[in-house]
């Protein structure tokens, strides 16, 4: 099998997986919930899976959208696909504010002014409470056929 960093070292550090999907934090200072679901299949559009898997995915993307409102309360959830670099279709999940970094540019956007050490702080806690909760909660959604 060829070398795939995805395969090798992302799925070590998932904080939730099952044989179809994994997550992964990706929270940064600048975004501070900041989470992806990531085909284990080497996927490259959202065709290529079954029907199911893709019903299944677009539940799990909501489960997270709607522990996203519950634990931060953003302004906004971003959702991106992009996949331009890994043969793995994967769905970017990002909480935003108003008073972010980017806002209301999108995060590959221009910055738009200093993100605050402070709130970045307090909603990276209440992520913390989020990867808690995540795991249950994604694991609540019913498999694809
Ligand atoms: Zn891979």
Avoid at 13 to 36: G, L, M, Q, V
Avoid at 78 to 88: E, I, K, L, S, T
Wanted: hydrophobic share 40%; aromatic share 12%.
């Amino acid at each position: 099998m060829t070398h795939c960093e995805l395969c090798e070292t992302l799925l070590e550090k998932a904080i939730w997986k099952n044989r179809f999907f994994y997550a992964i934090d990706a929270s940064t200072d600048e975004f501070p919930c900041f989470i992806r679901i990531v085909s284990v299949k080497h996927v490259a559009e959202m065709s290529e899976l079954s029907e199911s898997e893709r019903l299944y995915l677009w539940r799990l993307l909501e489960t997270l959208e709607e522990a996203m409102r519950k634990f931060l309360s953003p302004d906004k959830i971003n959702y991106a696909q992009f996949g331009n670099f890994v043969p793995h279709l994967h769905w970017h999940m990002i909480a935003r504010w108003r008073d972010d970094a980017y806002f209301p540019e999108c995060p590959w956007g221009s910055k738009q002014r200093t993100f605050d050490p402070r709130t970045t702080q307090e909603r990276r806690a209440h992520t913390k409470e989020l990867l808690k909760a995540l795991p249950a909660l994604l694991d609540a959604v019913e498999l694809p056929a």
